[in-house]
């Protein structure tokens, strides 16, 4: 019976293998290949063995954008789960008629393109147009408007919080089905012994949402480790590389500079990176299991 | 029923079979183009118009302002277009130097379409200098300056503002804009190529001379740390210190800078002589565009006179050495190059051209002041080309100088970062490098 259910499996299996092979195996180790030489984009590759290698080793640019992906991944994290919590636990338990309007407000600036969203805020932080300092000025702290997202040190606070106001509604939901999971009566007994809206939050509600909090976690550093299209939209990358990750170093050597063989050099030593801080966390959770 | 549908059936096989051979005979010309500041109507009807001369030929123009997305693809499955101006994101070096273009010269000591020489002599020669190991393989039509100044005429001459014609005389007139609420620049802040361009390089020029750019762009060891460039520096931060620039000017991207200028919020913008084309809808009808050679700088080794051009090598027209109609696609750039369309390019867009006798066509007063001062020009130097051979080296020391100015670093840091540079590009033998002789 076995034996005849092999040609069976491998007939269902193929389509999926071939474009697995097609999409996913064939571009790697294509990356890997091309990172063994010096490639303008078209014509003939000239083969230079681990010269990008060294390379990359040496680039203080490709660090600095490496620093600078850790850094969406450390600022996005706690602020995208802090809000996203604190949505969630007040649209669950704020028991008012208006909390599906509360979710779907939240919701909404997820459902928007990013390309959109970039536009909007750029214009809103705009040095000399934008809402944001007209708004300033006009309640008199207009010594506080800046040019957001012309200097280092609040252009990649401004990416950060234009990727939160995007995506926190995706967590607020995220989380709150994970709060709806929490059994009514574990709440009730709570709420009988006398237990404010702040300790079942704190004390009965958190704990039990260890495995969507861990979760929704994850999802944000994956997203903050292949973050672009916000800093290409609205900084390119800049003010001189301040806000610029990995993604767009890369895009950069590929399509601006045409060093393609580089460009793939990166894509290597990134995703080796990424698959490191992927063993690590998976590891901190398993230890956080047992 | 049936009938009619048989009917309707044979009425179509009948039309298709006298149809076909008309169709068959039609050549289809595929022309794809930078659809940028220098516009693309004109092109087109051009097309219509060459196509009206070849009942035969179709002419189908493709512009698009991210035309190298399209065109990079094409070249590597051998399948590009007949005819590229592939604008200034698409590796043209990279595309000629790889056998991915067709050389002209053959094709240039042909007739002209205007009947009046060979298709060479409709060039100024100067100009036609898209050029790889002796052979031509591009035709520069449209002449554009490099990231010039420029300002409105009629403001200075409300506000009695001399125009400055030394280093020293900006510093005057800034006190002197600064008194109005106005700044001297608003830079195209997230776009760094273009006061790297317009302010740096201009400085070196005056201060060391075209030779001191040589040097650094043939990477000779220590040139971009040698007086001229570190000078260079300083003085663009004595110049953010005094207060030159418009507040908030890093953020800004290459409209927003242009528009502050138009709206009169600044005494000068710095851009080729796209700038008229580009900003067309924002111009006010009053404003009176002139171009600015850059002042002359007190004690500096380099001529006053000298003026900064484009290569034009992004907009130059190109025939593809896999196209499928190389000879139909240089007839065609024949045409688009004769006196007529050329002139009517210039009436269109205001923009100047490298086809000679066409000067009477132009109507841009803005354009005027640039051919005025080129005619008082001793000497030119298009820089651009450099970043067209090697654009990951220019780009580093671009992204530089914007950490200049916003203080990543000082002037001698910022030098010793673009010689590290050069030094790395000197020593990667991997890379073709190129002789620079401006």
Redesign the interface.
Known sequence: MRQKSWPLIITFALPGVLLYGLFVIYPVVSSLYMSLFQWRGMGAAKFIAIRNYIELFQDPDFWNAVINTLRFVAYQIPIMLGLALVFSLFISLSQSRLAAFYRSLVFLPNILPIVAVAALWTAMLHPLTGAVNNLLTAVGLGEFAKPWLGQPSTAIGAIVWVDVWRMVGFYTVLLLSGILNVPSEVIEAARVDGATTGQISVKVILPLLRGPLQVAAIFIMVNALKIFETPQLMTGGGPNRHTQPVSLYMYEQAFQNFSFGYAATIGVIFSILVFCITIVVLRLQGADKQ | MKRVALAIALLIMVAGVLVSPAMANTTELKVMIFGGGNGSDWVKQAAEEYAALHPNVTVNVIANPRI??QL?PL??SGNPPDVVSPGP?F?IW??I????MMPLDQALKSPSFDGTGTWRETFNKALLDIQYQGKTYGIPQIFSTGMVWWYNAKLFRENGWEVPKTWDDLYKLNTQARATGRYLFALQ????NYYFGGLYLALVQRIGGTKALEDAFNLVPGAWTSQPFLKAAEETLRMKKAGFF???????NHT?SQT?FFLGHTLFVMAGTWLEGEMKSVIPKDFELRFLNYPAYPGGKGDPTAIQTSSGWGGGWYVPAKAKHPELAIDFLKYLTSRKVTRNMMRQRGLLSTVKGTQDALVSEASKSVLEAMSQANSTYAWTKVNDTY??FT??VW??Y??LL?G?YTAEEFCKYAESQAE?LRNDD??VKREFHF
Request: charged content about 25%.
């Open positions: 190298e997305e990079r070249f590597i994101n590796d990279g595309a130097t790889n056998g991915e802040g997230i776009y760094p418009l507040p908030g000017t890093m953020a800004l927003d502050q654009p990951k780009s580093s992204n530089a914007q950490g916003i990543d790395k991997s890379i």
